[in-house]
């Protein structure tokens, strides 16, 4: 059976990665069963056998796949049916795009929303490590990035304009059916589902409407997922 090294909260069952979710749904739309190893910031070592110290790492027999988007492409190559990229190269090439603007634009506009929270979501082992990597990437401390959350979440919405444009006229980023980029999205938004009850998206948003659609997918996979 597929394995995959997932990072975790102290409660083991608390998973909240971003990348690690994109995987999660991309082994569960191909109907690949994946054992999820809890796996901790400072738990470098375990995942050494990758040459690296970043979750997701999958495990197939003794062949070891780290990067969600590298993942995604060995699940593709390896069971092609149903497919994350159908249509071939060209939808490859459409969702690499839509994981670099989740990388680059969207994850970077949810962590000042959420990142206080997140605090209290790692283990406690992780909580010096998270703290300082952190406040060193942003050049702030965590409170001082979170402060005025409730007035700043309006220009995140805005950063969804493009997503929720798409929504009003597709069900799916894939457009009839979920693919891979869908995945990118969907899994990027379990990141701060898992770790913070602050409002994201009103209700009436397409993009919180399509969100409910992604929960319910492979069996309530997401919507099922443990939250703080
Ligand atoms: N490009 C990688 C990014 C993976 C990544 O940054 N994972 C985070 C967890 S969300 C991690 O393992 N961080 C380790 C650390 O910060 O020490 C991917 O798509 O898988």
């Known amino acids: 059976m597929l394995q995959m090294y997932d990072l975790a909260g102290e409660d083991p069952a608390l998973r909240f990665s971003p990348y690690c979710w994109r995987s999660r749904f991309a082994a569960a739309h191909k109907g690949l069963p994946l054992e999820t190893i809890p796996w ?18 999958l495990r197939d027999g003794a062949k070891v796949v780290h990067d ?15 497919a994350l990229f159908a249509g071939g190269a060209t939808a490859r090439a459409h969702a690499r795009f839509v ?7 969207l994850l970077p506009a949810i962590a000042p929303l959420i990142i206080r929270d997140l605090l209290d979501a790692v283990a406690p082992q992780d909580r010096a490590y998270f703290r300082e990597s952190r406040e060193q990437r942003f ?29 009003r006229v597709q069900p799916w980023i894939g457009g009839a059916a979920p693919s891979y980029a869908d995945h990118i999205v969907l899994g990027t938004l379990m990141w701060p589902r898992c770790v913070s009850h602050f409002e994201l998206l009103q209700p009436d948003d397409p993009v919180a409407e399509w969100q409910a659609r992604g929960l319910d997918l492979y069996g309530g996979l997401g919507r099922s997922a443990k939250r703080v």
Do not use: C
């Not at 901790?40 to 790492?57: E, L």
């Not at 988007?69 to 069971?79: F, G, R």
């Open 68 to 82: 969600s988007w590298a993942i995604a492409e060995y699940l593709e190559d390896t069971t092609p049916m149903p």
């Open 40 to 57: 901790r910031f400072t738990d470098k070592q375990a995942i050494a056998f990758s040459g690296q110290g970043r979750v997701p790492v």
């Open 139 to 167: 050049g702030r401390t965590l409170e001082e990035l979170q402060a005025d959350r409730d007035t700043r979440v309006a220009g995140f919405r805005q950063v969804l304009l493009p997503l929720r444009h798409l929504l």
């Open 99 to 105: 994981n670099t603007w989740a990388d680059t634009i």
